[in-house]
């Protein structure tokens, strides 16, 4: 009798531990999932062609006085071809700025079209603020120019890196791409002291 009774105690002990076990299992599967999300993304390739939208917002001095500026953008690129249309919060055009080989222009509502070389010191000199422009192809990506000319991913662990004279800081990337959602940056400048930049990427269109 106490071996039948043994024999019934071990085949219960036997079916629990098999039956917690599967529940470790299945518990631990969430968070070894959560672990691998990021290496299950696909890798990221630099694009000389990007069509971006989101929102930004710049803060700077003027006149010895803070302003800040939100809105929204969409920034299309094709090769040396750039667009950039910055529009209010209300959807209203702010300004379009336009970049190829030979020229950079500016245009604003009621004001004739602006033109120089140099596209950075036109959006300066017009808009009253410094806008990265040479930059930012590469940092919308979550890239970085090395100095031998390549570009360097960054990895999602990276927080904050110093480029062209800006210091960056990526505050979060997109959940299911493998490309930046919020980035800042911020420089100090001659003209209008300390400009900062709040960058929120839309997710593309898949």
């Not at 602006?114 to 000199?125: K, P, S, V």
């Not at 800042?184 to 997710?203: C, D, K, M, P």
């Amino acid at each position: 009798m106490m071996h039948r009774y043994s024999r019934t105690f071990t085949l219960v002990a036997s079916t629990l531990t098999m039956l917690l076990c599967s529940a470790c299992s299945s518990l631990d599967m969430p968070q070894q999932s959560a672990a691998t999300q990021v290496a299950a993304l696909s890798p990221r390739i630099y694009q000389k062609s990007i069509q971006l939208s989101g929102k930004i917002s710049v803060r700077y001095e003027k006149n010895g006085k803070p302003e800040q500026l939100p809105g929204s953008f969409e920034w299309d690129q094709n090769g040396s071809n750039l667009h950039i249309t910055l529009l209010s919060p209300l959807g209203q055009t702010v300004a379009r700025i336009t970049q190829d080989e030979q020229r950079a222009i500016l245009e604003q509502d009621g004001q004739a079209p602006r033109y120089a070389q140099n596209l950075n010191q036109l959006l300066q000199d017009h808009l009253g603020w410094a806008l990265p422009v040479a930059g930012m192809r590469d940092w919308l990506q979550g890239f970085t120019l090395q100095a031998d000319g390549t570009r360097q991913a960054l990895s999602r662990i990276d927080q904050q890196l110093d480029s062209d004279g800006w210091t960056l800081r990526y505050v979060s990337w997109q959940q299911d791409i493998d490309l930046p959602k919020r980035i800042e940056l911020s420089r100090y400048t001659t003209e209008v002291g300390n400009v900062s930049i709040s960058i929120f990427i839309q997710a593309p269109n898949t």
